[in-house]
């Protein structure tokens, strides 16, 4: 966290987001959505920017976003209206980009966020439906720039929050969580690196304990949290830095230059009336009946906050560990599957945040984490459990058939059969090995007896070494104590 933001000054983010829905094709017309094609393969006349083409609304895409609008708490609106944005990009052949304006499809709503173990309510502006630009290529060739139109006319919901965000931690935050929900529902894949998510951010300053508004800077396009902290981090201080120094900030949209780690002025900031925006003559008003709108509603999963408390409450526990078990639908998912094969929750709480993300993030490697690609069945983990909690095996060997689980396709007990790492509890064999430890630790023995308790722990991991994980932890304890109280 900044320094600024714990001084005289107060950080105002409202954050901008972009977010590409799941459709099979765009927002006007059959072309392809899809990521990845070669350049200007899923184009048509529409996308294009043809005269006389007449535009069709992709139904698929406005049941996302009253999904999205519902998921969030928004409030349907039963009519909007499609606008023209007018512009000038290389990109966007049709020099003006449909989208909404006066009467988007959703007012309100909101995104709960939980930083630092506290819950803060971001209150959204609005949501509204637009078709993306094209892209421009600059870097393909030293003498010509190339446009790629397959992304003009992907349909997009700008999600607008009002400027409640306090830092760029919670900046961050926001785009995690606003992702894990699209995720969710199922209607964005949420690859930042291809843009399906980006944002921008308006960030200001004001003096603590004063709420009039100081002048913004946008950041445009950031596409990964990293890029967004970094991002709002830079403009905060590079505000505050002008302000104390008693000059002015220019109202600008900036861009973000991650190898310098710094943002960079790219125009003076547009407001709404340099857009020119009016009706779309080629679209009729928008209308959401209220039929489609309880469908949705109807069919929508148990969401993210809701499921996060049912976490809370039904297997005890921390908010914590359910915040971290809800970050995806699939990562709840294979937890719940999990305690249905062995009844521990916590104990399978602490093994899927701990050894099952290490093992799915290992898989992943430098790629992204697939939460639905989780290396070992939820009923294979139950089985494992189960063995620990019988006395069976050590939590420690555990760890040991866990990792040959990933590879094996034998059921635990057979892996503990088969490689004889069956918990040993026979005072005997324990009994010898601590003496061997004892024997061997004359000093530390005297250290202990003379009011060093701790110690205890050191002969506990000493002996737990010497068995090779197998001995019963809780025999060893007992033993241990027995022995050294001489």
């Known amino acids: 966290m900044s320094h600024y933001e714990q001084g005289d000054w107060e950080a105002v983010i409202g954050i901008e987001t972009h977010v590409q829905m799941l459709t099979r094709s765009k927002l006007f017309c059959g072309c392809s959505a899809s990521f990845g094609a070669q350049p200007n393969e899923h184009t048509c006349p529409v996308c294009q920017g043809m005269p006389g083409v007449l535009p069709v609304v992709n139904a698929q895409a406005v049941e996302y976003a009253v999904m999205a609008a519902l998921a969030l708490g928004g409030e349907v609106q039963p009519t909007s209206r499609w606008a023209r944005k007018n512009y000038f990009y290389p990109d966007l052949p049709k020099a003006y980009q449909v989208s909404q304006y006066e009467l988007p499809y959703c007012l309100g709503g909101q995104v709960t966020l939980v930083t630092d173990g506290e819950e803060r309510n971001i209150t959204l502006t609005r949501i509204h439906m637009e078709e993306d630009a094209g892209k421009?290529?600059?870097?393909?060739?030293?003498?010509?720039?190339?446009?790629?139109?397959?992304?003009?006319?992907?349909?997009?919901?700008?999600?607008?929050s009002e400027p409640e965000i306090r830092s760029a931690a919670e900046s961050a935050a926001y785009m995690r969580k606003l992702r894990t929900v699209v995720r969710w529902l199922g209607i964005c894949d949420g690859n930042m690196n291809e843009g399906s998510m980006r944002c921008d951010a308006n960030v200001s300053l004001r003096k603590r304990g004063t709420s009039e508004l100081g002048t913004r800077a946008e950041v445009k396009n950031m596409n990964s949290f990293r890029a967004v902290e970094r991002a709002v981090n830079y403009e905060i201080e590079r505000q505050a830095e002008l302000l104390n120094a008693g000059e002015e900030i220019t109202q600008e949209t900036r861009l973000w230059d991650a190898d310098h780690g710094v943002t960079r002025s790219m125009r003076s900031k547009e407001e709404a009336h340099d857009y020119r925006y009016f009706p779309c003559p080629d679209l009729l008003p928008l209308v959401i009946a209220d039929e489609l709108v309880e469908r949705v509603r109807a069919a929508l999963p148990e969401l993210p906050d809701t499921r996060r408390a049912r976490f809370v409450e039904s297997y005890d526990l921390s908010a914590y560990d359910a915040e971290v078990l809800t970050a995806s639908r699939e990562l709840a998912d294979y937890y719940e599957a999990a305690v249905a094969a062995h009844d521990n929750p916590k104990l399978v709480a602490n093994w899927v945040m701990g050894d099952v993300l290490r093992a799915t993030r290992e898989a992943a490697g430098e790629g992204e984490v697939d939460y639905s690609r989780i290396p070992l069945a939820p009923e294979r983990l139950g089985a494992l459990l189960a063995l620990v909690d019988d006395g069976s095996i050590s939590g420690k060997i555990a760890k040991t058939v866990f990792d040959r689980m990933l590879t094996d396709s034998d059921d635990p007990a057979d892996i503990v059969k088969r490689e004889g790492l069956a918990q040993v509890s026979d005072s005997g064999q324990l009994e010898a090995w601590i003496a061997e430890v004892v024997d061997g630790n004359p000093d530390k023995v005297e250290d202990y007896r003379g009011g060093r308790d701790k110690l205890l722990g050191w002969f506990v991991g000493q002996v737990m070494q010497l068995s090779r994980g197998q001995a019963n932890p809780g025999e060893v304890n007992r033993l241990l104590r027995e022995r050294l109280a001489g």
Do not use: K, Q, T, W
């Open 136 to 160: 421009s290529i600059h870097d393909a060739h030293s003498d010509f720039s190339y446009v790629d139109l397959n992304r003009a006319g992907v349909p997009l919901m700008e999600i607008v």
